[in-house]
């Protein structure tokens, strides 16, 4: 089945500073790739996705980038603020599947 | 929409007891997931629904655990007999299956479960 690698595991940042955390994907037939963000005592929420057939999607702070080639994709979060402190996971789905795989999150801490 | 709602959202119970766990999609959603999340384990699914239907439930650990959907707008999950390896946060997420722009699926708050 599909298995998916998310680093790092914990990451700290200055305020204003960008943010990277990368996941790669072992299934070729996967192509769709969400990523979540889960507060404290709440679920995951999606705060942005991308399919296959594009390379980036950006919205206003955050974007994702994704290479098929070597199966890995990336969420960038720039200007970085204390509210973007959380946990993100990372996630893959198979083309026409409806089971998500998730990596094993990345807790961010963003110092005032 | 009021969101997928979850119930109870913090149950303590003893070991050996039932332990029943409750989601309401969001109305018009036709796929439903039960989700189990562990620090050691991260986030596991532990069985999905399209149409009321179970499709996969590869993820339930053992014979304890079961889980229905008796309809559109419900579905339990139980846990009998528990045991203190049961405690997590369960979350219960869903879908529309089909059309543009239908990928998301979306979370409920989650139950905390503590099993003494």
């Known amino acids: 089945g599909e298995n998916v690698e998310q680093h790092p595991s914990t990451l700290s940042v200055q305020e204003g500073d960008s943010a990277v955390i990368k996941c790669t994907y072992s299934d070729s037939a996967s192509n769709y790739f969400p990523w979540y963000k889960q507060e404290l005592g709440k679920g995951p929420q999606l705060i942005i996705d991308?399919?296959?057939?594009?390379g980036e999607k950006k919205d206003q702070r955050i974007a994702v980038t994704l290479n098929k080639t070597a199966k890995h994709f990336s969420l960038h979060i720039t200007e970085t603020q204390p509210e973007d402190s959380a946990v993100y996971f990372c996630a893959a789905r198979k083309a026409a599947g409806n089971k998500l795989t998730f990596g094993g999150g990345t807790r961010v801490l963003v110092k005032p | 929409d009021a969101g997928v709602i979850q119930s109870p959202r913090h149950e303590v119970t003893e070991m050996g007891q039932e332990v029943t766990l409750r989601c309401k999609p969001i109305s018009g959603h036709n796929s439903l997931f039960w989700y189990r999340q562990t620090m050691m384990r991260g986030l596991e699914l532990l069985i999905y629904f399209n149409n009321n239907v179970p499709i996969d439930d590869s993820g339930m650990p053992e014979d304890r655990f079961s889980a229905k959907m008796p309809n559109a707008s419900f579905s339990t999950l139980k846990i009998q007999p528990s045991e203190p390896r049961d405690s997590a946060v369960y979350f219960c997420?869903?879908?529309?299956?089909?059309?543009?722009?239908?990928?998301?699926?979306?979370f409920g708050p989650g139950t905390r479960l503590t099993v003494l």
């Open positions: 997420a869903s879908r529309r299956l089909g059309g543009f722009g239908t990928d998301t699926q979306y």
């Open positions: 991308i399919r296959s057939n594009v």
